[in-house]
């Protein structure tokens, strides 16, 4: 994939910062050990993605802490910190930092630990025939977002932690049209839940730090 650069978004697991909608479910602490094994999964996949190809890797991060930093070190790499800012602000400052390097540079987030490798791989071949590409989610955001040194994506105007933030996306960088993966989910709602213990009854090697912590949740709260 040679050029090639995956981004990944996390943020310290921090009690009452992290998955605050989830916490109506599983508590303060319960959200921020979940969402802990969430970016731990991803993290493993990053680096299956590294061990893979050639693809560099850079770690993102809403604020530092040793996790962070631990985190960071598995993938080989310095945490960066996110400027402030909505998420526009953010995705922005990481395809500025990455393009100026990388031909190719792909953007996930932490909230999605079942996430397949294969569709990694499907986001950095997209952009061998587009310039821009967009891994749709369930509620109508994403889950990925990529570009290449041709185009980097235009965030006016994109309502972000709705329903619209995809269909915003695309109309924000118009008349571009961005390459399509297949759609996944990621876990913001309570709800969502329902829809991860579901996959990994069936297949907990998905994500397996998720599935033991979910596991180690449901005992706490029986």
Same mark, same amino acid.
């Given at each position: 994939?040679?050029?090639?650069?995956?981004?990944?978004?996390?943020?310290?697991?921090?009690?009452?910062?992290?998955?605050?909608?989830?916490?109506?479910?599983?508590?303060?602490?319960?959200?921020?050990?979940?969402?802990?094994?969430?970016? #731990? !999964?991803?993290?493993? /996949?990053?680096?299956?993605?590294?061990?893979?190809?050639?693809?560099?890797?850079?770690?993102?991060?809403?604020?530092?802490? !040793?996790?962070?930093?631990?985190?960071?070190?598995?993938?080989?790499?310095?945490?960066?910190?996110?400027?402030?800012?909505?998420?526009?602000?953010?995705?922005?400052?990481?395809?500025?930092?990455?393009? &100026?390097?990388?031909?190719?540079?792909?953007?996930?987030?932490?909230?999605?630990?079942?996430?397949?490798?294969?569709?990694?791989?499907?986001?950095?071949?997209? @952009?061998?025939?587009?310039?821009?590409? /967009?891994? $749709? *989610?369930?509620?109508?955001?994403?889950?990925?977002?990529?570009?290449?040194?041709?185009?980097?994506?235009?965030?006016?105007?994109?309502?972000?932690?709705?329903?619209? *933030?995809?269909? !915003?996306?695309?109309?924000?960088?118009?008349?571009?049209? $961005? *390459?399509?993966?297949?759609?996944?989910?990621?876990?913001? #709602?309570?709800?969502?839940?329902?829809? @991860? &213990?579901?996959?990994?009854?069936? !297949? $907990?090697?998905?994500?397996? *730090? %998720?599935?033991?912590?979910?596991? #180690?949740?449901?005992? %706490?709260?029986?």
């Amino acid at each position: 994939m040679g050029l090639a650069q995956l981004a990944v978004f996390v943020r310290p697991p921090k009690s009452g910062t992290v998955k605050t909608r989830l916490a109506a479910r599983l508590g303060d602490a319960g959200a921020a050990r979940l969402y802990q094994a969430f970016a #731990e !999964d991803t993290i493993a /996949l990053c680096s299956r993605v590294r061990a893979a190809g050639r693809v560099h890797l850079a770690l993102w991060s809403a604020g530092s802490d !040793d996790t962070v930093s631990d985190w960071a070190k598995r993938l080989g790499t310095s945490p960066r910190i996110q400027p402030a800012g909505d998420l526009g602000v953010r995705l922005a400052a990481a395809f500025d930092e990455g393009l &100026r390097d990388y031909q190719r540079v792909v953007i996930i987030g932490s909230d999605m630990p079942t996430l397949p490798i294969e569709l990694i791989g499907a986001a950095f071949d997209s @952009l061998e025939r587009s310039a821009f590409m /967009l891994g $749709p *989610a369930h509620d109508g955001g994403y889950y990925a977002i990529g570009a290449t040194r041709r185009v980097r994506p235009s965030f006016e105007g994109v309502r972000w932690s709705t329903g619209n *933030a995809l269909a !915003d996306t695309v109309k924000a960088n118009a008349p571009q049209q $961005p *390459a399509m993966l297949p759609p996944w989910y990621d876990i913001d #709602e309570p709800e969502d839940l329902a829809v @991860l &213990r579901a996959h990994l009854s069936i !297949d $907990p090697a998905a994500a397996p *730090a %998720t599935a033991r912590c979910m596991a #180690e949740l449901a005992r %706490t709260q029986r």
